[in-house]
């Protein structure tokens, strides 16, 4: 078994969930009291976030960076960004170390691909839905993406910055999250992506009219196949 990397804490509350994913997959696959051999590096969200707001995405790449050498140093040989919002940061991460850096956009295509699905919704920050560094991804996989109206995006926004990363889930939320979900659906949408990893903490497959491709798992899935296999 090789070792994972988690550059977290963007927020803790889904760091947890990769942490718990990575290590109940590996269970699952090895049995008895197997779990995952990683190493979590968890920043201080409101540093980071205060970065985002302001627009210094080059100081943030800095930090998440520093945090992945980090990573490596304690022995880290895959890498996962525990956000889909920092990777648009993620080229500045992976030229700062010299082990791979599994792109949490590529395991959602590789998903979505393999599904049959080629026009999709997503939600996540309004920096992931709205700039390139992560639709741009998916559409250079010949992914059509679609996102919310800007009603539904700042919505979509708020309740991730105000609430999930709090740890508060509210129905009334959840209710909000299928109704934009439904929107997206009547649009001509095939799939939803949860492009944020906080999102599955409040919705699910059952939540949506469409199928859902829920990044954080598909995140850890990847990682623990690789952790576990023989290849490169």
Not at 19 to 44: F, M
Not at 79 to 100: F, S, Y
Not at 131 to 143: N, P, S, V, W
Request: proline share 3%; aromatic share 6%.
């Amino acid at each position: 078994m090789r070792t994972i990397g988690l550059l977290g804490g963007m927020s803790w509350e889904s760091t947890a969930e990769y942490y718990r994913l990575v290590n109940r997959l590996t269970r699952e696959r090895l049995g008895g009291l197997h779990s995952a051999r990683c190493v979590v590096y968890s920043l201080d969200f409101a540093d980071v976030e205060r970065l985002q707001a302001e627009g210094r995405w080059d100081e943030a790449g800095e930090v998440l960076a520093g945090a992945a050498a980090a990573l490596e140093s304690a022995g880290a040989e895959l890498l996962l960004i525990c956000t889909n919002t920092m990777h648009k940061v993620a080229d500045r991460v992976a030229v700062a170390v010299g082990v791979p850096l599994l792109h949490l956009a590529d395991t959602t295509a590789d998903a979505v691909l393999a599904a049959g699905i080629r026009r999709v919704g997503l939600l996540g920050t309004a920096f992931t839905m709205e700039q390139d560094f992560y639709r741009g991804r998916l559409e250079a996989r010949g992914i059509e993406v679609r996102v919310p109206d800007a009603e539904g995006r700042r919505t979509v926004h708020r309740v991730i910055y105000e609430e999930l990363c709090a740890g508060i889930v509210r129905e009334e939320s959840r209710a909000a999250y299928r109704e934009v979900m439904r929107d997206l659906a009547d649009g001509g949408a095939e799939g939803i992506v949860l492009g944020c990893t906080e999102i599955e903490l409040l919705v699910g497959p059952e939540d949506s009219p469409l199928p859902v491709f829920p990044t954080t798992r598909l995140h850890a899935e990847a990682a623990v196949a690789w952790a576990l296999s023989d290849g490169p």
